[in-house]
């Protein structure tokens, strides 16, 4: 997996960008606010379809631009290859082509530009809500799997049409007819991404614990536990037994979602705990130990792709080593050496003596200093 260039224009602070880069480290220098993260928000969009940082599209087109277009041009699966996408204001939908080839859905996509991104929001996010931890889940997955990718689209749309459905019943009470309807395919929907869920998260329990148990010098053990639906003890059942038991789970809670007005069933509460020698992180950890921890997650994360794929991952790191001491520097440096990877910084430092700089000044890329 590599990229070999990047078109942007009208993105973010870029008017117009033409870059290219090499296969090994490309270090992204410059002061604060002048665009290193919106260099690695567009990868990432080529390659998930969605930013990271926004829902919103339109935050992504810049002020005065009247669209915004992205294109790569990348090396994947033993060929050249190109995705583009094309962003417009307003209602107007926006446009993804692989190969020339206008696509359906960001879907797609996937598995064509894989990339794990590491950000220093990613060390909250053992801390923070269960959204923020679902999100990675299913950032991961929907590059992996483009089945999964299209489960969770459908089911989010299924989830927005429930919602509507319970504000709406006091003006229109003949609406909650359908509503049967809807729970029986978001239980259909749900449990295919639970299953997904769990089996990728069973596999990045395993290498997270290994790269921390490293990382730690053994001396701590760390452990990832899946939360799904109440109702389900074992989310790697089949999926025939997950789709019962969210059914029975809607039923039961069907009263509660008439008063509330909400969809409170589903799994789009999902959430996963990271322990440590059995305490939970987010409660009691350390902030050196939750740096650590999301730190292993992401290189277990970077090794299921390469894994599932035979290709490694691009791999994007926004301004972390800064947030990191000397020793954990040095142990993310130690495992990046291989595949191509983009570093952003503020400042140059050692970094500098295993890649290639890059400089960007007011959403202008340059080489060098």
């Known amino acids: 997996m590599r990229l070999d260039r ?14 290219a880069f090499v296969p090994g480290v490309n270090l992204i220098v410059g002061d604060n606010a002048q665009g290193k993260t919106n260099l690695l928000e567009a990868i990432t969009y080529l390659s998930m379809g969605r930013s990271f940082r926004t829902r919103r ?5 810049g002020i005065g631009a009247p669209f915004a277009e992205l294109e790569a041009g990348l090396f994947s699966h033993g060929r050249e290859q190109s995705v583009r996408a094309l962003l417009f ?19 797609e996509l996937a598995g064509v530009l894989t990339t794990v991104l590491f950000c220093p929001e990613d060390l909250l996010t053992l801390k923070a809500g269960p959204a923020a931890r679902r999100r990675l889940l299913d950032n ?39 509503l049967p309807e809807f729970n029986l395919r978001m239980a259909q929907t749900g449990a295919v991404l639970i299953a997904y869920r ?17 990382f730690s010098g053994g001396r701590e053990q760390l452990a990832l536990r899946y939360q799904t639906v109440s109702n389900i003890p074992d989310p790697l059942a089949p999926q025939q037994e997950l789709l ?46 939750i740096r650590t921890a999301a730190i292993s997650l992401k290189l277990a994360e970077r090794e299921i792709f390469r894994r599932d794929t035979g290709e490694e991952p691009i791999l994007l790191l926004d301004d972390v080593l800064s947030e990191l001491d000397p020793a ?29 700089v890059l400089t960007i000044d007011h959403g ?3 080489e060098g200093a």
Request: hydrophobic content about 30%.
């Open 364 to 366: 202008r890329l340059l």
């Open 244 to 289: 019962q038991r969210l059914l029975e789970h809607q039923h039961s809670h069907n009263r509660a979602e008439l008063e509330s007005g909400q969809c409170l069933s589903g799994p789009h509460r999902d959430d996963f705990d990271v322990q440590l020698d059995g305490v939970s992180l987010k409660g009691f950890g350390s902030q050196g130990q």
């Open 140 to 178: 991961a997955l929907c590059q992996l799997r483009p089945g999964y990718a299209r489960a969770l689209s459908e089911y989010g749309r299924l989830h927005d049409h429930k919602n509507r459905i319970l504000k709406d019943r006091y003006e229109h009470p003949d609406i909650l007819d359908t």
């Open 89 to 107: 204001p307003g209602r107007k939908p926006r446009q993804l082509y692989l190969g020339g080839v206008r696509q359906k859905s960001a879907a």
């Open 6 to 19: 990047l078109a942007l224009r009208g993105f973010r602070n870029y008017v117009e960008l033409e870059a």
């Open 198 to 214: 769990a089996r990728y998260m069973e596999r990045l329990a395993q290498l997270t614990a290994a790269y921390h148990r490293e």
């Open 57 to 61: 599209e339109q935050e992504l087109i």
């Open 328 to 356: 954990r520097q040095d142990f993310v440096l130690n495992r990046i050496l291989s595949g191509q990877v983009f570093i952003t910084c503020c400042e140059r430092s050692r970094v500098t003596e295993i890649g290639r």
